[in-house]
T-cell receptor
Framework: NAGVTQTPKFRILKIGQSMTLQCTQD?????MYWYRQDPGMGLKLIYY???????DKGEVPNGYNVSRSTTEDFPLRLELAAPSQTSVYFC??????????FGPGTRLTVL | RKEVEQDPGPFNVPEGATVAFNCTYS??????FFWYRQDCRKEPKLLMS???SGNEDGRFTAQLNRASQYISLLIRDSKLSDSATYLC??????????FGSGTKLNVKP
């Protein structure tokens, strides 16, 4: 099993550009999550999903969108990137909604 | 008030020392609690889940105090490899998780 994979590993965006962060898991987990982690801070939940076709907002959803058309994939969309979205983005999955397994992260810089 | 609060440290301890971290949470209805370990520039990895009265895993012991709304992590016989940031995580309402900012541990030879 590859576990949770994220692409890209690094990305630099200009203000106003858009991009999609990809997240895929091969563990057949129903629950998936997107977090952002700013320097020296804990992770903050952006969006989560309890199964294909179901998504909900977390603590900091503004400026982001998600979709969950399959169990495996949970892409995060940034429309109109802003410097405040410079962060490390982690995707995670969970079989039961408790223990989470994280991907390696995407480091995003918006200039 | 933050959902989860931790002392950021750093805690600098010699090898073989015992060290303890505390974490407080604000939602008294929280049911699930976890400690994750995060190495520099890496993803968090589960260290321990903490349920009911707490649990032990080798050199690591986690305790839960519901009345005071805090959880603790005790590391005995510290190893150099224990150097990392330890994240306290609380599961709140509606499947939402709240992370503390982390406590940094440096174990010195």
């Amino acid at each position: 099993n590859a576990g949770v994979t994220q692409t890209p590993k690094f990305r630099i965006l200009k203000i106003g550009q858009s991009m999609t962060l990809q997240c895929t898991q091969d563990m057949n987990h129903n629950y998936m999550y997107w977090y952002r982690q700013d320097p020296g801070m804990g992770l903050k939940l952006i969006y989560y999903s309890v199964g294909a076709g179901i998504t909900d907002k977390g603590e900091v959803p503004n400026g982001y969108n998600v979709s969950r058309s399959t169990t495996e994939d949970f892409p995060l969309r940034l429309e109109l990137a802003a410097p405040s979205q410079t962060s490390v983005y982690f995707c995670a999955s969970s079989p039961t909604g408790d223990t989470q397994y994280f991907g390696p992260g995407t480091r995003l810089t918006v200039l | 008030r933050k959902e989860v609060e931790q002392d950021p440290g750093p805690f600098n301890v010699p090898e073989g020392a015992t060290v303890a971290f505390n974490c407080t949470y604000s939602n008294s209805a929280s049911q699930s609690f976890f400690w994750y370990r995060q190495d520099c520039r890496k993803e968090p990895k589960l260290l321990m889940s903490v349920y009911s009265s707490g649990n032990e895993d080798g050199r690591f012991t986690a305790q839960l105090n519901r009345a005071s709304q805090y959880i603790s992590l005790l590391i005995r016989d510290s190893k150099l490899s224990d150097s990392a940031t330890y994240l306290c995580v609380v599961k709140g309402n509606f499947n939402k998780f709240y992370f503390g900012s982390g406590t940094k541990l440096n174990v010195k030879p």
